[in-house]
Every structure is written in C-alpha cells, then in structure tokens.
C-alpha cells in the first residue's frame, strides 16, 4: 500500500522544509559540533518523503509494515532527529535535540539504532545504511511472498550522500539489488557535488546514473529544491520493475549566505553571523529551537496521517488464518518457535552415539539442516562459497529474482555487501541472517560485522576453512590474526567448535541471544567426536574441563576447534610419562571470561598452562599466564597437505606434550 501524494495544506512546503533547516543548524550550533550542510541541503526532499510518501505513524514507530527510511548519509544525523520531532515521534521532544550530542541524550552525534525509533540501523560509516537497505528490500519481498501483499507491503527509502556512493559497498549493493529487482528500494542521492575535501570533482567522475543503470536500476535526475519535482520522481519510482536511484541536485547548506555550496557548511556549526543571515535570506524569523504552531501542527499531522493504514492493516492481521498470523507475529517479535531445542537435543545425542568424524564445517552444514527444517525465519547464504562453506540445506531453497519465496541467498563474491545485508534483514525483522565465507575473508566484511556488534542485531556468521588445516590454498587463504581480532571486538561471540556437539551448541547459543552477532570458525579437515556428554551446554560456559587429568594435574591444555584432537592425544602422551595433563575446550572466550574467577581458576587449573590454536598466540598469554606456552603461529603460514603444514609449523601431539615436559 502506498501513501497518497496529497500536499499538507495550508502551510507552504517551504516553509516545513525551513523548520528542519534551522531546527538541524540550531542545534549545530548549539552543540558546537556536527552537519548542518547535509540536512539544510536535503530539507525539501525529506519534507516531500515525510508529508506525500512516507508510510509511518509517528506514534506507533514499530509498525511492522511502515515503510522503512534510512539515512546512510549518517554524518546529516539532525535531519532525522528534525523530522522525528516535527512528525511527532514519542522519543524525540525538543530537549532532545537542544541536547543534540551530548551524553546521557538519545541524539547521538551519528544515529544510533535503539536510541531513537527513527533510526532503523546505525549509520555513520558510509556506505553502510545503503547496503543495509539491500537487506530491507530483501526482507520485504522474501516476507512478501510468504505471508501475502495484505499484511507485507512497503517501501524502504534512503538518503545517501557522494560519499556513500563512492564507498566500495554501495557497488555491492547496488549490485545486488538490481539483480534482484528490489524494485520497492528507492535511494535519493544527495548529488550536492561537495564532500569533505571540496568539490567531488576532486576525487570522483562518475556518471553514478550510468553506473545505476548498468546495475539494472531505475536512474532519474531531478532539482532537489523543486519539490513537486521530487514528488514526481517518487511517483514514477514507486511505478518501477526495478530499483530506483533519484539523483537530487541540491546546494549543500542550502540558505547560508556565504557557506552554501561549500564544503564549509559540511562539517562545522555556521557561526552566528552566517546562522543570522540565513535566517533573513530564508525569511525565518523565529528564535533558535522555537517552529511557529502552525508548522507544527501541519508536521505533526504528516506524522499522523499514516494511523489509517496502520489501522487498516491491524485489521487484515486479525484476518490472517490463526496458525500463519500467529507465526508472522512471532517472526516479526524475534521470538524461536516453541520446541525449537528439541530437535537440537536429538541431534547432540545422535553425535555422542555415533562419533562422527566430521570436518566441523560438515558439523555446522548437519546442524543447520536440523535447524533450518524447524525454524524457517533463518534466511542462509553465502558469498560465492555455498560448497565450500555448506551452508545451504535441504530446507532452504534459493531466492531468486523473480522468486522470492525462499530461504536462501547466494550473494555473490560480495563478503561485505552480504554482512551489510544480514544486518539489514535482522533489523528488518521477521528475519534470522547466517551467511558465510572463508574465515580469512572475514576482513572484506569487517565494517559490517562491526556494525552488528555496535547495534546488537542477531546475524551469524558461518567461516569456514579456519586455519592452516585447510592446507594447500596456502597462507593468503590461511587465518592467522583473525580470530584473535575478531575476538577483540566488542558483543560478538566468537565461537571455535571442536566437535559437531560444541558446533550444535555454538548455534544455540547464537539463536537464543537476542542482543548481538555469533561468528563460528569451522574447519575445513576432518575431526573426531571429543564430547561424551551433551546433557549440559557447555559451550555456554566459553571454556571447561573436557578431559580432566588421571591423578594430579600438572598440566592444563587449552585448545580450540580443530586443536581440541591434538591436545587430547598430547595429554595420552604427557599421561604415559606420568604426567598429569587435563584438556580445556574454549570454544569461546569471550563467554568464558564472563564466568566467575572461581570457575575460571578452577578450569585453567594452578600447573603449567599450554594453549594450542593454530593462529596468532596473541591473546593467550592471558590465559596461559607468564609462566605458560602459547602454541600457535608467530606468522603467517605455508602451502601443502594439511598435515605436512602442521607439522612444519609443530602444531602437533607430539610437540605439545615435548614443550610440556622441557618446562616442567
Ligand atoms: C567509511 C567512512 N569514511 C569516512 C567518513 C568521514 N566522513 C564523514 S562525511 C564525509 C564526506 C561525505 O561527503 P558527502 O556524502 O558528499 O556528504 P555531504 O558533504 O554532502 O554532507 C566523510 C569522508 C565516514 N563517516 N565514513
């Protein structure tokens, strides 16, 4: 259902668009810091999307099927927080944005997703929100055609600046997008011609409406001033088959006497003088934070105009068939399906009754058959490494561009758009991303896990080929630094299973956490079953005694994944030389060192301590100690057999077990 493209009467556009001007460079002003260019540039295009276009009701910012707005170009955070006070948006009230970047207030220097409704995602990092949108767009038609055009139905619109555009990512999404003909994703560039630096004719020649083009997207061009121009552009964009790129031309700080148009008003408040003369240039009289009643009153009915629709489609949800509004419901509350732990239990009892010998990321491919059958909101894919990375099963079957009733994406080589995109479809709700890559790839796709982390958005992360043990695709394929990076960022869980019953427990944990992203690291070669018992999660516990020492424990070895084997055989070898050795699985330390100090002194036990991972040492010296060895690789590794690079690099039983004996 689109908005009807009606006026608000009475009070000129211009004149609404001018409240957000001054509301965004007061409060610049104010603050002493932030953009006012970008929002007094874009103030009528925002006016024309809020009043004529946009599906919202300000006092109901959740609604399932409004139409989704984000601002990559994060930087113009004020025009957002001017258009949710304006519209009526219960958690903006003008103390907010007197406040605007000050600490303890929800106007945040860049918006924050969970501080205030309006912001969708995070953005600030550009390039982000526009490939977020990809995943928006994917979300809405994926949801589409499962639940029906009655209850899912509605746009997802950005505003994106150059230097979104010039970001690698936006090349990614862009591309994904046109392929799958999103054609309900509408992106209006801010084509203000000025970045940072200067003009962009100092950095960037593109023809951006060529290169839309050559994507499958719809391109217009259009005077971002004129607003009934814009309001046309949208229209035709909304008729489109395909995604729909409006290139705006605009003055950046737009009304500023001397600055506008330059990179000047970019980044800095205007000054008093400079604020003076655009208010006389602009004809706005009205003191600083202060919008006459009658503009106001004609913002907050744009924000209220949606409450029919919503109200609308609150009936058709009551109409849905029980059973299938009850499971959109769910989806839409990020809530699991009931019972959903059940046949995970089955599966972990499976394994401790046939051992398996399975390459943990065959592990992860038959645990997510169990659970992809049973849970249908987890949306798979991978970028390009569906069969190496076994990520896709009997239960998801593949989207297509002019399918898109199933589970599965195949993104393409585009690492980073697919994290951006999961971060989209998670947000978007109704939705549970996994998607992977080769571990070492994982820095093509960094900035969006990040963004994840930062937001809280439940997205999983399925790397495979995890370590030298993928052999002979040598060290540029090779991990090395990245776990312990990844294991550096804040709110990710980074598991490292070592079995297909840690692997199964490593998803559960991933799927019950609401508040944050799981990366699990999977190997490429074969592994032994090492657990006996799966009554209990211990995964869950990041790091526990799998194999306690025979007598009394001199040594403790703590290991990870596909070096759990090895240090079991080491203490075999350490036991018959009479030494006490126990082994400590850590598939996560980061929940590990969430654990008491008791606990955790108690699992590293007071002996000597060996880690072993088949990485960088760094970050084990802080479980190991000072007296302790870190077992691990100094650089970066080496082509060959599996089991011959181990060997090189003496990631073995038999090294492990002589490093223990020659320092006790
Ligand atoms: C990934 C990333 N790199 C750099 C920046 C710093 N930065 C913020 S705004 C900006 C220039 C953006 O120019 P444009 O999109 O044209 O915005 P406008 O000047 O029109 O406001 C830069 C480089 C950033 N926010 N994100």
Redesign the pocket.
Known sequence: MTMTAEKTASVSPSEMANAIRFLAADAVEKAKSG?P??PMGMADVATVLFTRFLKYDASAPKWADRDRFILS?G??SMLLYALGYLTGYPDLDIEQLKNFRQLGYRTAGHPEYGHVSLAETTT????QGIANAVGFALAEKMLASHYGKEVVDHHTYVIC????LM?GVSQEAISLAGHHRLNKLIVLW?D?E???DGA?SLSVSDDQLARFRASGWKALRVDGHDQDAVAGAILEAQSADRPTLIACKTT?GYGAPSKAGSEKS?GAPLGADELAGARAKLGWPHPAFEVPAEILTAWRGAGARGAAARHAWEGRVAAMDAAKRSEFERRMEGRLPAGWQKPAADFKAKVIADRPNWASRKSSLEALEVLTAFIPELIGGSADLTHSNFTLTKSTKPVTPTDAGGSYLHYGVREHGMAAAMNGLALHGGMIPYGGTFLVFTDYARPAIRMASLMGVRAIYVMTHDSIGLGEDGPTHQPIEHLASLRAMPNLWVFRPADAVETMEAYELSLARQDGPSLLSFSRQNLPTVRNDASENLTAKGGYVLAEAEGERKVTLIATGSEVAIALKARDLLMAKGIGAAVVSMPCTELFDAQSKDYRKKTLGSGLRIAVEAASPYGWERYVGDEGIVIGLPGFGASGPFEKVYEHFGITAEKVAEAAIARL
């Open positions: 953009h260019g970008m170009a930087h113009g600030g990092p550009l390039g600046g150059d230097g979104c970001e801010d203000n000025i970045c940072i962009t950046i970019h």
